[in-house]
Every structure is written in C-alpha cells, then in structure tokens.
C-alpha cells in the first residue's frame, strides 16, 4: 500500500511512516491525549524536521530556554550552544553590568547557571561603567581613543571568561597593551540577577513554528486536503526552506486570547487555524509559552473546498491537559 507524505509528496509504502509526528514537539512538553499525526508524515521528513527545525528550536531560542524555566524540562537536560548562540544575553545591574553570559548547566548545582563569555571591556575617561566587547569585536586602537576609552591606567581594561594569554594575544592584534593586575571570578549564583536578552527570529525558527501550525491543521483534516497544490508555499518553505515574494510567517504584538495583554499571560501554548480576514485565505497562529504570537500563511487565496475549518486549542504546560478554545 503506497502512502503520500504531507511535505515530501512522494509515494511510500507504509512501512516508511513508522515514526509519530507531533503537533507539539516533544520537547516542549507531552500532554494528555496529545495531538499526533501518524502515517501522515514519511520517516525521512519526521527524522529531517527532529535533526533540524526541532533541535534548533528546543536549544537555540527563548522558547526553548523557557522550557527550563517553567519546569517542563529538568535542569541536566539543557544543552549550551555556548557563545555560538543567537541568544545575546547581557547583564543588566551590578559590578559585572554590561558583560555578555551564556547559559550553561551546573552539575554541581544540578541547575543552569549563568558563565562569563570570553570579552573584554574599556573603562571610558569620563565613566566608571565600562563597555565590553566579544573577542572577536574588539575595536581598533584608534577607535577606542577616538570615543574617549582610557587606555592608560592598567585597571581600565576588565576582561572575563578568557585566559590572559588569548586575551593579550587579542589586544596585541589591535596594539593595545593590557597587564593582568588582579583576577575576578564572577559569582556562582545568578539566580536573581537582572538580565538583558536579545534573539535573532530567522528562517529555521519561523520553518519549525510554521510546522506546528501545518501540522495542527493536518491533525483535523485528512491527507488529499493538505496535500492540495494551495499549500505548496508553506510545505516546500517548511521542509525545504523555499521562501516567497511574501511574508509566509510574520510575528504579531496582540496576543491570541482576546482577555490577555502584554503582561497578563496564561501559561502553555496556544495554536489555532482559521480564514484570514479576506474568507479565502488559511492562517495559524502559535504562541509558545504563550510569549511571542506567529501568524502562519498556510494556503493564501486558498479556493479549494469549503470546510469548517475554525479551530484553536491551550497546551497546559502544567496540567499536561488540552482545552479547546471558545470563540466570542
């Protein structure tokens, strides 16, 4: 019995559709009769999407280091991408304010703490706040005294989570001189330490959170709906990374549940599907965590069959429980 996969459209026999594909990665929680799709998706594409769009998800964005801290994942589960992370993340009050961290899990502690990213900081003549710099960003010299960066005095270069000699071997390439005067070892504890985050939203995240929204709409229709040729867009920018003359995933200020705002959240994810505003078009929305809201284009000026297609569901993150969504 040949089978047609969602994404790849190829022709399979069944054996090739042994592996359970998720509405909601596993990773970011399993519920009470959870939402799968099963012989749907081939094994090929299922293993792609895990070794891909799924990992970097868990382990490369505040979604995935959310997973952490609302305890849907233990603590000696994470993974550091280190300072090759797209996740910037500063310190933003006391002695060490300024300086760059990254996440890492203490076994020691058996909890994720916050470590000293290799940088450097230049104490400006006029402040006694310094301004700190990735070691592959140290600015020239002549930039440095052009913005009134004091060079002279030994005490006004700090500089963390590097050894002295890579660090002189750094300064040496930009012909400043540094000498270590005394070391600083920043605190284990980070646990109420007021931090600055920055991410980079790019292609592989929008791809993996248009998934979910592929998927969950898959979950309530069958697979010769999905397969029509109106959701090409969406399923070659999923599986393939195709992209569009047009925004295919866009994010969204409002929430999606109309009695929350920016600062009262309901926490768990939210995925629902529905027409856009022009009655033809496909659109899903996702919420993981409940914190950024995507809207998904899955099938624009879609002119298929007419289905009653209005769906939205809360993945309880505590409960493990799935609500449906009222419409008012």
């Not at 930009?174 to 005394?182: A, C, D, R």
């Amino acid at each position: 019995m040949m089978m047609k996969c969602i994404y790849c459209l190829e022709d399979k026999p069944e054996t090739s559709y042994r592996k359970t594909e998720h509405v909601i990665p596993q990773s970011f929680g399993v519920f009470k009769n959870n939402f799968t799709l099963n012989k749907v998706v081939c094994d090929d594409c299922n293993k792609y999407f895990g070794d891909n769009l799924e990992i970097d998800l868990a382990r490369d964005t505040y979604e995935g280091h959310s997973r952490f801290e609302f305890n849907v994942k233990k603590p000696d589960g994470y993974k550091s991408y280190s300072k090759n992370s797209r996740i910037i993340i500063r310190i933003a009050e006391g002695p060490l304010k300024g300086t760059y961290a990254y996440r890492e899990y203490s076994p020691d502690n058996n909890e994720i703490i916050l470590k000293p990213t290799p940088q450097v900081g230049f104490k400006k003549l006029d402040s006694n706040e310094y301004e700190y710099y990735l070691l592959d960003g140290i600015p020239d010299k002549e930039y440095l005294e052009k913005n009134n960066f004091d060079l002279k005095h030994i005490q006004a270069i700090k500089a963390f989570g590097t050894d002295v000699n890579q660090l002189e071997r750094k300064l040496k390439e930009k012909n400043i001189s540094f000498k270590l005067v005394e070391e600083i070892v920043p605190p284990d504890k980070s646990d109420n330490l007021l931090c600055e985050i920055e991410g980079e939203i790019d292609s592989m995240r929008f791809r993996a959170i248009a998934k979910i929204g592929f998927n969950y709409l898959t979950f309530w229709q069958d697979t010769e709906f999905m397969c029509q040729a109106s959701f090409d867009a969406i399923r070659r920018f999923i599986r393939y990374g195709e992209k569009t003359t047009y925004p295919l995933v866009r994010v969204i200020e409002k929430p999606i549940l109309a009695d929350e705002d920016s600062k009262r959240r309901r926490l768990g994810h939210l995925v629902t599907v529905n027409r856009a505003g022009d009655g033809m078009s496909i659109v899903s929305q996702v919420a993981l965590f409940n914190w950024i809201t995507y809207n998904i284009s899955l099938a624009r000026g879609y002119s298929g069959e007419r289905r009653d297609i209005k769906k939205g569901h809360f993945f309880n993150t505590n409960s493990k429980e799935i609500y449906e969504l009222e419409t008012r």
